[in-house]
């Protein structure tokens, strides 16, 4: 268990350490949530006031999903980083309500204990709290999601209340916003310099519209302390330090997976590019050689 601000993260594995090296699983969910059947956002909520840390993941498919729930994460995210590691899109823009939502549907039906999150996609909740409703509403029934994720601050505070107001929990997202890339001219650290202040400010709005817990990406360490320490709400950080309530990765990311350079937030501790490419190859191979099947994979 991570107990925040003074000690490191859970598991520490360098990047190549082989599975052997990897430390034993504790019980469920570290040991930081209740064992009941399903993560709330209470539970959420307690373990921001007990000062534990928690981990988020990614996760867009059941078997992945029932992966991560056995490993004990308590917090699913559906993300629409989908787009990019499920659909091959180079931004998070094009992917659609009805591209997400089998995913979504996937992830809750392989994950039994773990609070899943669905994310809105760009264009499904901007418009006005009637649409956010709807697509929340849809993330919910069709989709099995047990939450939300929407990006920014003021301008989506109308469709935050309106969703709580409905029952929905909603999880918030400021800083490093990958759906208004445009408008940043690129993927670069924000929040520096007056656009704190504005970050402080929209986080506080966040929470005062009802907010279950806010995802701060790539902004300096110093401002996540500060939002950290000014909400009553979980902050779940990317790239945002380690003074963070929860902190969350792509899991294609932390595993080794993705292609090229790695962020510099992200760590590995997997290589599962290696892994699969050894396994397909050695497949390969052995259909090419008649190794494979065997009589033992075969039947009488
Ligand atoms: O879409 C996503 O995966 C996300 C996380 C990186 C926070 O929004």
Redesign the pocket.
Known sequence: MSVHPSSGPLFTVPLGASVHELPQRPGPFFGIMPAGPRVTIRDLAAAKTAHVTWPMI?AYDALTARVFDEAGIPVI?V????AMVVYGYDS?IPVTVDELLPLVRGVSRGATRSLIVG?LPFGSYQASPAQALDTAARFMKEGGAHAV?VEGGASVLPQVEAMVAAGIPVMG?LGLT?QSVNQFGGYRVQGRGEAGQVLVNDAKALEAAGAFAI?L?VVPADLAREVTAALSIPT?G?GAGAECDAQ???WQDLAGLTPGRPAKFVRQYANLTGVLTDAVSAWGADVVSGAYPSEENSYS
């Open positions: 990614t995210l993300g629409d980083s989908a998070t994310d994720k997202h990958p995802v990406e779940i990317i969350v990765l792509v």
